[in-house]
């Protein structure tokens, strides 16, 4: 049986790096859109989980994995999220939408005393699948020759994460955890221009691999009150150690495609190449948060995360991403497990909202620049965790259900704006696993 599981979570992980992510355009810079860190739980409650221990038994916290004093049971976790997304640009009115499905995230966590607990995680962290075309028609004001000059812009790939997570609890109301990451995949951007009144092609490719490591370190202090069973929380974790390589290559070439489907090339002439190696694709990131709340009852939470900008090499030049932050605030509230009689009682309400300051700052002729318009995200969120028949509130497996509503961009110098609805659905199975029995 425990066989059949590990070889299940592998397959399960070989489909989920497989996967074609759907997102917007603006994608096309750097490692593309980051979605680590957004499990249904994370998600529904604006993205708080810094300062978030969960009063349930089955609810492993990988974001920050010293916040897992209260994790008694064995709990695997299988997630999938529906992208909605509507672009709109003031450039020629254009709209446009993009919808994609995928798994989102597969995990596995088990106690390994009262004190140590891991986990197992496996999801998507960033992608690129993006495909924009912009032509233009040009007169030669000697022949009056009329050519259309095409720009296509095309994206692909995924970044994925594997990660180890061990919590400790070092006394009653502190813990400490470390979650090591290992980040592998490969991105590609291509920038071709071509014209209508000739056959070659000159393309400007940027290919990305990327195999890496480094490690987060949380620390939690909770307070419980035992007489009025309000609780004060507060967490913070710091991401850092990158130990290995990001190798970016860069090539500018003319080429004829050979083939209706135009992915044979024939005759490359290159004209430049590049290659830089990195160790700063995930720089410094910092958390803190505070939370407060009442035992099995209600919960409430404020984070502020913190992300240093990374230089990356973007079709040949150096640019530079700029500082990011986000503001989160959420929680959740179970109005009355022990009311058997209306099941909605046993529900968890989740809530929340967030803004992001983001790290690109991109100008009108959509260039990296620390002067141009920061494209900045904000959004309101909500979710359930619908109990199964047999949980109770030491033994909380269900149904996850989350939605997600946002905004991106901007419509300054004709960027896009980018409206979003993400819609999460999951199940988190848990039980009493891999223990001994102490009698016959």
């Keep these: 049986m425990k066989k059949i599981f590990v070889l299940s979570f592998i397959s399960v992980g070989y489909f989920l790096q497989a996967q074609n992510l759907g997102n917007s355009p603006y994608a096309a810079y750097g490692i593309g859109d980051v979605k680590y860190d957004n499990t249904i739980e994370t998600s529904s409650m604006g993205g708080i989980s810094t300062a978030y221990i969960s009063d349930f038994t089955s609810s492993f916290n990988f974001a920050n994995p010293a916040n897992n004093a209260n994790f008694e049971l064995t709990s695997i976790k299988l997630e999938a999220t529906n992208e909605n997304n509507y672009f709109k640009t003031d450039y020629n009115s254009t709209k446009s939408t993009k919808h994609s499905t995928y798994l989102s995230n597969i995990s596995l966590a088990f106690p390994l005393s009262s004190k140590v607990k891991m986990g197992l995680s496996y999801q998507p962290y960033s992608s690129k699948s993006y495909d924009i075309t912009n032509s233009y028609e040009v ?67 940027t290919t990305t691999n990327v195999r890496n490591f480094n490690f987060t370190l949380g620390a939690n202090y909770q307070h419980l009150n035992t007489s009025t069973d309000k609780k004060l929380t507060i967490g913070a974790t710091a991401t850092f150690g990158n130990t290995s390589n990001m190798i970016t290559s860069y090539k500018n070439s003319t080429y004829f495609y050979t083939d209706a489907s135009m992915e044979t090339k024939s005759y490359e002439t290159i004209i430049e190449e590049k290659q830089s190696n990195a160790k700063n694709l995930l720089p410094l990131q910092a958390s803190l948060g505070v939370g407060y709340g009442s035992e099995n009852q209600w919960f409430a939470s404020a984070q502020v995360d913190y992300k240093k900008g990374e230089e990356t090499l973007y079709f040949g030049q150096t640019r530079q991403f700029q500082d990011s932050y986000r503001v989160s605030v959420g929680g959740w509230y179970l109005p009355n497990y022990n009311n058997f009689r209306n099941y909605f009682s046993r529900v ?37 965790l619908l109990p199964f028949k047999n949980s109770s ?48």
């Design 348 to 384: 968890v309400y989740r809530y929340g909202a967030f803004y992001e300051k983001g790290s690109l700052s991109i100008n009108g002729q959509g260039e990296l620049d620390p002067n141009g318009n920061s494209i900045n995200k904000f959004g309101i969120s909500a979710g359930v």
């Design 139 to 205: 007169t030669n004001p000697q022949t009056l020759e009329k050519a259309t000059y095409t720009n296509q812009f095309k994206g692909s790939g995924t970044l994925n994460t594997a990660q180890i997570a061990l919590a400790y609890k070092v006394a009653q109301e502190f813990s400490v955890g470390l979650r090591a990451n290992y980040y592998f995949g490969n991105l590609s951007d291509l920038d071709e221009f071509h014209t209508s009144n000739a056959e070659l092609y000159n393309g400007y490719e």
């Design 393 to 440: 509130i030491t033994r909380m497996s269900g149904l996850e259900v989350g939605v997600e509503l946002g905004k991106r961009g901007t419509l300054k110098n004709n960027l896009i704006n980018q409206n979003y609805i993400n819609l999460k659905i999951g199940f988190n199975f848990a039980d009493k696993w891999f223990r001994k029995s102490l009698y016959n």
